[in-house]
């Protein structure tokens, strides 16, 4: 049986493939058809290619109307750098890749969007639950949502330490329980929840929109999937992950968390 690394380096192998990653970074969000007007195939292969990116989770799609528009999802190919490039030439690389990097996006034309899916073992009304109740989303999350969860309302991320710190204030645009919510997360930037019924299971989509700079779309790459791991095996074992799996980027945490400290 294929492991989720099989299926990466698997979709990676094909050209094809590897041109619609590419497609995808330079500017996220596309429709199908948009992913196939620069290629010289049958809009049926294309979709076949897409799949076999989505299984390997390098893609994930989000239906916006009569739209299905597709994202790149990074998280696979951050977790091959880490385990096959950074542990062998992590300082060189690094360097290399930031000086190509602004040698190749001397200005970002637009704001980058992360989407993550999730698969979840629950009910629609109780992943509800799970992030808009202050006290579950402090046993999953390390913050608790407090809000009364109405469009137009504020809501806050506040620590669980009793400081009463908030570390994130935003507002909450849209509410559709146990379906949709929508918040800003800071300024400028804004997050989607969508809540599917998918068979037995869920399926959760949260898709991070306008971010400011490449150095919060890296932080929230790897805050997302700490947090909705955390989420998961809440709901589905009773209790959240052993370790909390955002201590794995604690620097990124600390960093965010130290702007927001009394002086």
Same mark, same amino acid.
């Given at each position: 049986m294929a492991t989720d690394t099989d299926k990466v380096f698997k979709a990676l192998a094909d050209q094809t493939r590897r041109y619609l990653l590419d497609r995808l970074h330079e500017r996220n969000g596309q429709t199908l058809g948009e992913l196939c007007a620069h290629l010289d195939m049958a809009r049926q292969s294309v979709t076949q290619h897409v799949a076999v990116l989505e299984a390997a989770n390098l893609i994930s799609s989000v239906r916006r109307g009569r739209e299905r528009l597709h994202y790149l999802n990074p998280v696979p190919l951050h977790e091959i750098q880490?385990?096959?490039?950074?542990?062998f030439e992590t300082p060189r690389l690094r360097a290399l890749s930031d000086l190509k990097r602004r040698a190749e996006e001397p200005d970002m034309a637009d704001r980058p969007t992360f989407v993550y899916v999730t698969y979840i073992e629950s009910t629609p009304e109780k992943v509800w639950h799970a992030l808009t109740d202050a006290d579950l989303s402090a046993e999953y999350w390390g913050h608790s949502n407090v809000s009364d969860w109405q469009a137009g309302s504020t809501w806050e991320h506040r620590r669980t330490d009793g400081s009463g710190v908030a570390d994130v204030v935003g %507002?909450?645009?849209? %509410?559709v329980p146990p379906k949709r919510l929508v918040i800003t997360f800071g300024e400028p930037s804004q997050v989607t929840f969508d809540i599917e019924?998918?068979?037995q299971i869920v399926r959760l989509t949260v898709t991070h929109e306008n971010l400011a700079t490449q150095a919060d779309y890296d932080a929230i790459s790897a805050g997302w999937p700490a947090v909705l791991a955390n989420l998961k095996s809440l709901l589905e074992t009773g209790h959240v992950l052993p370790q909390a799996p955002w201590e794995m980027h604690e620097e990124l945490r600390t960093a965010q968390m130290a702007a927001n400290d009394p002086q």
């Open positions: 880490e385990r096959w490039i950074d542990k %507002t909450v645009l849209e %509410t019924p998918y068979g």
